[in-house]
């Protein structure tokens, strides 16, 4: 009974917890007095690392985590296994998806086949602790984890991490919050909404589970393409973390396709990065002090920065600013409707 946490409900709650802590009690009560030589508890991984969506149900494992050390305490056997996915299908992974089975491997948890399970059975009961993990890491996703700062601390003594002194620019990492605004400044209209676009699918796909992100149609539903609450948060998340944007858990829901995300990516942007036209204006507001001691360069400059001023709050206006090769204005829609790529051909037609 899956659901985020912000839609978690005693329902949901309950469904859960009673199957395992109910029986787990009532065993642990009607078996005190019979001498047990073994008593095994199923409990999962989900309740040490915490997987999306199952806070129910790492709660549920915890318990039994709990009644296993405190059996111990009593002098009592009991052994929690705390297990992660099994490679041969059961009722209760049956119904894991791609998408599932794709977050399941971000979080580096690999598939334990039935052979190697029951050979983690038999060692984990030899070791005689009251909570084992049997569970098959994934050791390379692991090591791209560490090399790239985002190895969760419970992995820290798995992995070897990355050599002191080794720059950063040398370790593979998601591109960051400067790196998508740097690679945004100076951008046309066009060509921002190309990028994004192209940022918006690629998260798609690796929350999808999907190879490329030419699989992804930009026009096309989330919702209908496989997107469910706990893989829109995922989505949410990882566009927080690229973009440094705080984008609203109901992102996937209030933009209901890629095309309209990126969309709103553009406009959240656009509040934050200067346009291309704006950014080269800062580079020739910087070139102006080369002229600052030459009044002959100086007056010549400001003439023509002045007829193009003119230029532009005629076409601003709407008045005639300058034929096209239909013979109206340079913008007949108003300056506010130009593109920068129309804009920077009007500087150079201009002022060469």
Not at 275 to 292: M, N, Q, R, V
């Amino acid at each position: 009974h899956d659901t985020t946490i912000q839609t978690l409900t005693p329902h949901h709650l309950h469904t859960v917890l009673h199957p395992k802590t109910d029986a787990a009690h009532h065993l642990h009560h009607l078996t005190q007095n019979k001498n047990l030589t073994t008593f095994v508890l199923y409990s999962s991984i989900a309740g040490t690392l915490g997987t999306p969506g199952q806070a129910n149900y790492a709660a549920a494992n915890t318990y039994l985590d709990a009644l296993a050390t405190h059996r111990h305490t009593q002098g009592l056997p009991a052994t929690s296994l705390a297990w992660g996915l099994w490679e041969e299908e059961s009722d209760l992974t049956r119904s894991l998806g791609t998408s599932e089975r794709a977050r399941l491997g971000r979080m580096a948890i690999a598939a334990i086949p039935s052979a190697e399970g029951l050979a983690l059975f038999d060692a984990c009961l030899a070791r005689g602790a009251a909570l084992s993990a049997p569970v098959r890491l994934d050791m390379k996703e692991l090591r791209a984890r560490s090399a790239s700062g985002e190895l969760p601390d419970l992995y820290r003594g798995l992995v070897r991490a990355p050599a002191a002194g080794t720059p950063a620019a040398a370790r593979p990492s998601a591109t960051g919050t400067t790196g998508v605004r740097e690679q945004l400044l100076g951008m046309g209209g066009a060509e921002r909404d190309r990028f994004l676009g192209e940022l918006v699918n690629r998260h798609v796909a690796q929350v999808l589970g999907h190879a490329s992100p030419a699989t992804v149609e930009a026009g096309r539903g989330l919702l209908d393409m496989g997107i469910d609450s706990l893989s829109a948060v995922e989505l949410r998340n990882r566009l927080n973390a690229e973009t440094g944007l705080r984008l609203p858990t109901t992102l996937a829901f209030d933009y209901p396709t890629p095309a309209a995300l990126a969309e709103h990516l553009a406009e959240r942007f656009a509040e934050e990065v200067p346009s291309a036209a704006l950014s080269s204006l800062d580079a020739l507001e910087a070139g102006f002090e080369e002229i600052s001691g030459d009044a002959d360069q100086r007056s010549r400059v400001r003439a023509r920065l002045e007829a193009f001023l003119n230029r532009l709050a005629t076409a601003a206006d709407g008045a005639d600013g300058g034929s096209g090769p239909d013979g109206q204005g340079a913008f007949p829609d108003g300056l506010d409707s130009a593109a920068d790529e129309d804009l920077f051909d009007f500087i150079d037609s201009d002022l060469d």
